[in-house]
């Protein structure tokens, strides 16, 4: 049972083309939604948590915003440097601390 | 570097070999986790710490894996009788103790068994 999804699987941008990456979540009792950033090879990097509704944030080319039912990446005028895999998760329900990953969105922007 | 380390990045063993992999989380977070991660998934949830006490473990977690923080410092993830299936990459994440704190995660150790 997938309980969070990521759309698309795979995304070609040529540099400044702005788009956006999308995660939907069927958890209940939301407790936060985690953005990271993955390099091949490497551990997530950390890039945002969100915790409700309406809410957003923001960082260089980067924003994240939040529905009750999914949450979007918006990447504005990205460089190759964005190049990476994206990867959304959350945390849900009352006791337990782990967090339900996403199966990625794969970046290219092309120079 | 202030960051998560694991211990090592990569690690090549026989299958029916035991394998044994550490992590140092940053230094002032209470709480550990352990993920594995195989080609083109996202990070899968094994189990969690807080300080010394081993609070949760995914049903991912068989037998042959045991996890442990004995001073709740650094963690060892054991693995007996490695099969091909535990080829994957381990990854190891620390976070504060805020309920809803962001995790923090390590390079990874890559495991191959052949």
């Known amino acids: 049972e997938d309980q969070v999804t990521q759309s698309p699987e795979a995304l070609r941008l040529q540099e400044g083309e702005s788009s956006s990456l999308n995660c939907s979540y069927t958890?209940?009792?939301?407790?936060?939604l985690f953005w990271y950033r993955q390099d091949p090879g490497k551990g997530p990097e950390f890039l945002f948590t969100?915790?409700?509704a309406g809410e957003e944030k923001e960082k260089e080319r980067l924003k994240a915003t939040l529905t009750k039912k999914e949450s979007f990446l918006h990447i504005t005028a990205p460089k190759p440097e964005d190049s990476a895999t994206y990867l959304c998760?959350?945390?849900?329900?009352?006791?337990?601390?782990?967090?339900?990953f996403g199966t990625g969105t794969l970046l290219a922007v092309q120079p | 570097d202030t960051g998560v380390s694991q211990d090592p990045r990569h690690k090549i063993t026989k299958r029916g070999q035991n394998v044994t992999f550490r992590c140092d989380p940053i230094?002032?977070?209470?709480?550990l986790y352990w993920y594995r991660q195989t080609l083109g998934q996202g990070p899968e949830f094994l189990t969690y710490?807080?300080?010394?006490?081993?609070?949760?473990k995914s049903r991912l977690l068989s037998d042959r894996f045991s996890a442990e923080r004995p001073k709740g410092s650094f963690s060892t993830l054991e693995i007996q009788r490695t099969e091909q299936g535990d080829s994957a990459m381990y990854l190891c994440?620390?976070?504060?103790?805020?309920?809803?704190?962001?995790?923090?995660f390590g390079p990874g150790t890559r495991l191959t068994v052949t």
């Open positions: 994440a620390s976070s504060p103790l805020n309920t809803v704190a962001e995790q923090y």
């Open positions: 710490f807080q300080n010394e006490a081993q609070l949760e």
């Open positions: 230094s002032e977070h209470n709480r």
């Open positions: 958890v209940s009792g939301l407790r936060g």
């Open positions: 969100l915790y409700s």
């Open positions: 998760a959350v945390r849900y329900g009352g006791a337990t601390n782990k967090l339900i």
